[in-house]
């Protein structure tokens, strides 16, 4: 079956701080993959989405790559804020049946 | 523009009784609907579906039901809640079912005591 792993369940950054979330995932064809963030007390929402590997989707300054070859969809920002504290999640897409699998979700910190 | 709407927002109950959470959206016409379970720091775990009204496919068995009853509402029930039924449940609406994007509503929080 599909598997989404988020390696990182904590992430703690200073403002202005480079952002990396590692994410791997493990499926068979080409999953559509997003990130979705959720902020404290509503429901995800999404962050970006990328259909075709080797790609790049990009966002409010995230930005992801959908590498089929590591099977990576790690995602990145290069100055951060204290408002993009929240939980982010790696998610992958079944093309047939459009089931999505959650990771198990980073919880991003950013300190002022 | 569309809506989606749960409540009740926050719920405390007790072991053994009886649950309904419900969920309406606005704005769209036959969408697909989706029930999610979030255990307390856990990450989001498919519960139903439903493409139609009356139609509903269960993922996860959790000794919960679901049920389509008009094509804009999504009710989420049980007879006798369990401790491990605690957490956050979310509604959530697509337009397809490809890999789509997911439309959340905000929550139902549930405390089981």
């Known amino acids: 079956g599909n598997s989404v792993t988020q390696m990182q369940g904590q992430v703690t950054l200073s403002e202005e701080e480079f952002l990396f979330i590692n994410c791997t995932y493990s499926?068979?064809?080409?999953?559509?993959l997003f990130w979705y963030v959720q902020y404290p007390g509503e429901g995800p929402q999404l962050l970006l989405k990328v259909t075709t590997a080797n790609n790049k989707g990009s966002s409010r300054g995230f930005e992801a790559t959908y590498d089929k070859g590591t099977t990576s969809f790690h995602l990145q920002k290069a100055s951060v804020q204290e408002s993009d504290s929240a939980v982010y999640y790696c998610?992958?897409?079944?093309?047939?049946?459009?089931?999505?699998?959650f990771g198990d979700g980073t919880v991003l910190t950013v300190k002022p | 523009a569309q809506t989606i709407h749960q409540w009740p927002v926050a719920e405390i109950k007790a072991v053994g009784s009886p649950l309904s959470l419900g969920c309406t959206i606005k704005g769209k016409s036959s969408p697909n609907l989706y029930w999610y379970w979030q255990a307390t720091g856990g990450t989001l775990q498919q519960l139903f579906y439903?493409?139609?009204?009356?139609?509903v496919e269960s993922v996860v068995q959790l000794n919960l039901s679901a049920s389509r009853p008009k094509d804009d509402q999504f009710i989420l029930s049980t007879e006798k809640l369990l401790l491990s039924h605690s957490g956050f449940y979310l509604c959530?609406?697509?337009?397809?079912?490809?890999?789509?994007?997911?439309?959340f509503g905000h929550g139902t929080k549930l405390s089981v005591l």
């Open positions: 439903s493409i139609t009204v009356g139609q």
């Open positions: 998610v992958l897409g079944e093309t047939n049946t459009g089931k999505l699998t």
């Open positions: 959530a609406w697509s337009l397809g079912t490809v890999p789509e994007r997911l439309f």
């Open positions: 499926t068979t064809g080409y999953p559509t």
